[in-house]
């Protein structure tokens, strides 16, 4: 299986398109990128900081023409200006213009580099050099190996165990071309490209080393993913004239609807992953620009993100990360591919997890039964047929039917139809069609304020099929109808859920009264947790000082009481916690603290939030972390709660979106006075983890002793 992890915001474009981004290059570490925007700009990036280290730009006038790339061997950055001066400079070097450049004969086509190899130079009649040996003679003469009418389409250089091996495409009058570059021994090879019916020729390239072979995949307007394998070594000495045939074969047909692709983009990412971006989801309506995960293998979707603004068929991959630019904006969005099988392709397997704990077992079917239809023996269970199951399968409707039948069915028909649909349909047929359905109820509840199939929704989250980008609406009409056990399973189940929609669910949940909620059926676990929770508190101060044992008086760095509850006549005391807010308005909040998010993305969307709602939420939030700091939390069983990282992290996203309002209202003084104990707390706990953790790693590069014997005792003391 692949999966997608939140994204976050890596910089801002200059300019939209293709223009904006010209490459994104890795730099020294596995988390530094290179990114040359607008052909005049150059940026080092620290990807997991989001922060920019170094930047630099040429003078107006000049133009890159190949980006820049980080030659590892010299430790050196090199570009390419208006076609032919190559420039060469380091890091401490703060202007372009005085580092060392060079002109050569022939115009760049591009410098490629990979870490521990010296970078190549393609220029753009075809001919190829090595960086070093074209500097120590700038002027030398370039052959040109491609006719006049020639050009270069792509290129890439592939690192395979025992040399590079550079690989560029051509286009000549509609007729394509794929030449591969060796080294050692030196040969260039010429195949022709094929085209798909239509004559068209792919819109991406992609090449990847792999079991000792170059894989190449190239993406065709219509949809078709081809891959030709190529071997890392020479098979003779070839010229540029002889023409090989390239053999390939389809690897995935993607859903194209109408139309055809004009910038997509698919790269490798395994034997058996392809991540394409430009491509539409196949529940998802025209118009929306995604990021998909596919098995190459079984031909499933694996993962699958909406992206806003306009995607313009470019992406890279570098260290578990894929860089997609979109709109103004270039994205991070890490990912995982596990070992596929076909298993795990078709969701045969259910990895059991705590919440489906008490829920009975999972029964996975024999091969038999997924190859030839045969009927599973499970040992153990019964074998005779269940009726109903029998009946739902038969008569199951296909989603094109039951699509139909939900613009003129009653409720109770939805609801009914909906059950054997999921119920008596394969789970390929499920993950693909349960989009489309769930938008189909959605429309139909926006049109028809009479109809609300509460149940149905519920039905279709519990197959784990359904996310936010799949079916956009859904959570906003479960907020519209204040249906707050369905915005709790939406708020567990979709792990895609933009910060706008975040916010939204907070606000609304701050805003309702606790009686109204107290009738709502939520799910069991979270209102256990509230419970036990507020309930820790109450205990006697027989309990508080058994076996000897009483609570310390607290002092100056105590944050769990109130500077007004301290007199000069009197001592400290700890008073008793109360929650500020319902056993049903918490759960809910606590679901919201565990969404996944982006700092900078929501943070300007909580400024929409009143001074009210903020000084409650606040106000919870304290009352989570002195509950966590009793370890209150620690005694109770609960399958979801919020982490103490989690709590701290949106009290400080709070004060710093509201914190000119925080100091001016006079309600929120005591409030903050005691959120500044909180912090200076937090960060004496963690000065005091940071000098742990520096005394075991001075630990752990002390040499041993090897004079010991075999019994020995040695003291070491941690400043």
């Given at each position: 299986m692949a ?5 976050y915001?890596?910089?801002?474009l ?7 981004t010209?490459?994104v ?7 530094r990128?290179i990114?040359?925007?607008?052909g005049r700009?150059i940026?080092v990036?620290?990807?997991?900081d ?6 630099w ?11 820049a790339?980080y030659?590892s061997?010299?430790k050196?950055y ?12 380091k890091d ?6 005085k ?5 050569v ?10 870490p521990?190899q010296e970078p190549?130079?393609?220029?753009r ?6 960086l070093?040996?074209?500097l ?8 040109e190996l491609?006719?006049?009418?020639e050009?270069i389409r792509?290129s890439?250089?592939?690192q395979t165990?025992?040399q590079l091996?550079?690989?560029?495409s ?9 030449y591969?570059?060796?080294f050692?021994p ?6 022709k490209?094929r ?6 020729a792919?819109?991406s390239?992609?090449a ?5 072979n ?12 081809y891959e030709?394998?190529l071997p890392?070594r ?6 540029s ?10 690897l995935?047909?993607?859903p194209?609807?109408?139309g ?12 058996a ?8 989801h196949?529940?998802a309506?025209a118009?929306k620009?995604y990021?998909?995960l596919?098995n190459?293998?079984?031909q499933?979707?694996?993962a699958?993100r ?7 068929g470019q992406m890279?991959?570098y ?9 103004k904006?270039?994205?991070v969005?890490?990912?995982?591919c ?11 397997l ?5 919440t489906?704990?008490?829920k009975g077992p999972?029964?996975?079917p024999?091969w038999n039964t997924v190859?030839?239809?045969?009927q599973p ?9 269940n009726?109903t199951l029998?009946?739902?399968q038969?008569s199951?409707p296909?989603?094109?039917q ?7 069915c009653?409720?109770?028909?939805v609801q009914e ?11 390929d047929?499920?993950?693909l069609?349960v ?6 109820v959605v ?6 304020p009479?109809?609300y199939p ?15 980008s799949?079916?956009p609406?859904?959570l906003?009409?479960a907020l519209?109808k204040k ?5 709790q399973?939406?708020?567990?189940l979709f ?7 975040t ?21 069991e ?8 929770l507020?309930?820790?508190d109450?205990?006697?101060d027989?309990?508080k000082?058994?076996?000897g044992f009483s ?11 109130a500077?007004?509850?301290?007199t ?8 008793r916690?109360?929650c500020p ?8 909040l606590?679901?919201?603290l565990?969404?996944?998010y982006?700092?900078?993305l ?6 929409d939030l009143?001074v009210s709602?903020?000084i409650l939420f ?6 989570l972390?002195l509950k966590?700091?009793?370890d209150?939390h ?6 979801r709660m919020?982490a103490i ?11 710093d979106?509201?914190f ?26 963690y000065?005091e ?6 005394s075991l790693?001075?630990?752990k ?7 010991t014997?075999q ?9």
């Amino acid at each position: 299986m692949a999966a997608l992890y939140e994204s976050y915001t890596l910089c801002a474009l200059s300019e939209p398109g293709p223009s904006g981004t010209r490459t994104v290059e890795p730099d020294q570490g596995r988390d530094r990128v290179i990114i040359t925007q607008s052909g005049r700009a150059i940026t080092v990036y620290q990807v997991s900081d989001q922060k920019p280290l170094c930047s630099w730009m040429v003078k107006q006038g000049q133009c890159i023409t190949s980006p820049a790339v980080y030659n590892s061997q010299a430790k050196e950055y090199v570009m390419v200006t208006d076609e032919k001066v190559i420039r060469v400079w380091k890091d401490e070097d703060i202007s372009i213009e005085k580092a060392f450049k060079a002109t050569v004969s022939g115009d760049v086509h591009r410098i490629h580099s990979v870490p521990g190899q010296e970078p190549v130079v393609l220029f753009r009649r075809g001919a190829v050099r090595h960086l070093d040996s074209l500097l120590a003679a700038p002027q030398q003469p370039i052959e040109e190996l491609l006719s006049e009418e020639e050009q270069i389409r792509w290129s890439a250089v592939v690192q395979t165990e025992q040399q590079l091996v550079l690989l560029f495409s051509t286009e000549q009058r509609g007729e394509h071309h794929l030449y591969v570059q060796r080294f050692s021994p030196n040969s260039l090879v010429k195949h022709k490209l094929r085209t798909d019916s239509k004559n068209s020729a792919p819109v991406s390239f992609a090449a990847a080393h792999r079991d000792g072979n170059i894989h190449l995949i190239y993406l065709f307007p219509s949809g078709s993913v081809y891959e030709s394998v190529l071997p890392a070594r020479s098979g003779g000495s070839s010229g540029s004239e002889t023409l090989l045939p390239l053999l390939c074969s389809l690897l995935l047909q993607l859903p194209v609807p109408e139309g055809e692709l004009t910038s997509a983009s698919a790269l490798p990412l395994d034997e058996a992953h392809v991540a394409v971006v430009g491509v539409p989801h196949p529940s998802a309506g025209a118009g929306k620009d995604y990021l998909c995960l596919w098995n190459t293998h079984f031909q499933t979707l694996q993962a699958s993100r909406e992206l806003s603004a306009k995607i313009y068929g470019q992406m890279w991959c570098y260290s578990g990360k894929l860089f997609v630019p979109h709109g103004k904006t270039l994205s991070v969005i890490p990912f995982e591919c596990q070992a596929s099988s076909l298993a795990t392709a078709i969701g045969k397997l259910k990895h059991t997890s705590g919440t489906n704990e008490g829920k009975g077992p999972t029964l996975v079917p024999s091969w038999n039964t997924v190859l030839h239809g045969d009927q599973p023996q499970t040992e153990g269970v019964t074998t005779r047929k269940n009726p109903t199951l029998k009946k739902n399968q038969a008569s199951c409707p296909t989603a094109e039917q039951l699509i139909e039948n939900i613009k003129v069915c009653s409720v109770e028909e939805v609801q009914e139809q909906v059950e054997m649909f999921v119920c008596g349909s394969e789970p390929d047929v499920l993950q693909l069609a349960v989009g489309s359905v769930a938008s189909e109820v959605v429309t139909r509840c926006q049109t028809d304020p009479d109809f609300y199939p509460q149940s149905t929704f519920t039905q279709l989250l519990e197959t784990h099929y359904l996310c936010h980008s799949v079916c956009p609406d859904l959570l906003t009409l479960a907020l519209e109808k204040k249906d707050f056990r369905l915005c709790q399973l939406c708020l567990q189940l979709f792990h895609d859920l933009p910060e706008a929609v975040t916010c939204v669910c907070l606000q609304t949940i701050l805003s309702v009264q606790d009686s109204e909620l107290e009738s709502v059926d939520l799910e069991e676990d979270s209102l256990l947790f509230m419970k036990a929770l507020s309930q820790t508190d109450e205990r006697s101060d027989e309990d508080k000082g058994q076996n000897g044992f009483s609570a310390p008086v607290v002092d100056e760095e105590s944050c769990d009481v109130a500077p007004e509850s301290q007199t000069k006549d009197t001592k400290p005391v700890r008073h008793r916690l109360f929650c500020p807010v319902g056993i049903h308005k918490g759960a809910l909040l606590n679901e919201v603290l565990q969404t996944s998010y982006s700092d900078n993305l929501l943070l300007p969307h909580l400024k929409d939030l009143s001074v009210s709602q903020v000084i409650l939420f606040l106000q919870y939030l304290r009352f989570l972390y002195l509950k966590y700091s009793q370890d209150a939390h620690s005694h109770i069983h609960a399958l979801r709660m919020p982490a103490i990282a989690q709590i701290m992290d949106w009290v400080c996203l709070l004060l710093d979106a509201h914190f000119t309002v925080l100091a001016l209202a006079p309600e929120a003084k005591g409030l903050v006075f005691s959120l500044h104990k909180i912090v200076r707390s937090q960060m004496k706990l963690y000065a005091e983890l940071g000098k742990i953790e520096g005394s075991l790693e001075l630990l752990k590069k002390s040499k041993w002793s090897t004079e010991t014997s075999q019994y020995s005792i040695e003291v070491i003391e941690l400043f």
